[in-house]
Structures are given as C-alpha cells and as structure tokens.
C-alpha cells in the first residue's frame, strides 16, 4: 500500500469518526473537536484527490476544508478572549 493511499484512508476514517461521534451524540455538531476532525480530513483527502486527478473530489474537500477550516480558527478566536 503506498503513503498516498494511507493517508486517504486515514483522512477517510477522521471523517467517519467526525459522522458517528455526531450521530452518536458524544460530538456536537458545533463543537471544536467535530470541526477540527472534519477540517483534517477534508485537508486529507483534498490531498489524495489532488494526487488522484479527481476534481469533483478535490472541490469538494477544498469547500469542505475552507468551511470546517473557518470554524476551527472561530473556535480558536473565541477561546483566545
């Protein structure tokens, strides 16, 4: 298995923790660990789509890591007050 690969499965499985912690209710849906995994995974997976050459992918995760990106750096802000 190459390091690409890896990454992309672990970036996936950040995303499922991400999912099941909130389906699960033990992960708010606005709490800061929920947006920090879904930001690492995002970032993840942009990267393996980019190495991929899939461009739906790579759009998708890089709105995906500008949104979850901008609530983690809320969560930081807020908590620095």
Request: hydrophobic fraction near 55%; aromatic fraction near 14%; charged fraction near 10%.
């Amino acid at each position: 298995m190459q390091p690409i690969e890896i990454l992309g499965i672990g970036a996936a499985l950040l995303a499922l923790l991400a999912f099941a912690g909130n389906e699960w209710r033990f992960m708010p849906a606005r709490g800061f660990w929920y947006d920090a995994l879904n930001f690492l995974s995002a970032l993840g997976l942009l990267t393996y789509a980019y190495t991929q050459n899939v461009i739906p992918f790579m759009i998708t995760n890089s709105v995906w890591a500008l949104v979850s990106g901008i609530d983690v750096l809320r969560h930081l802000l807020k908590n620095r007050r």
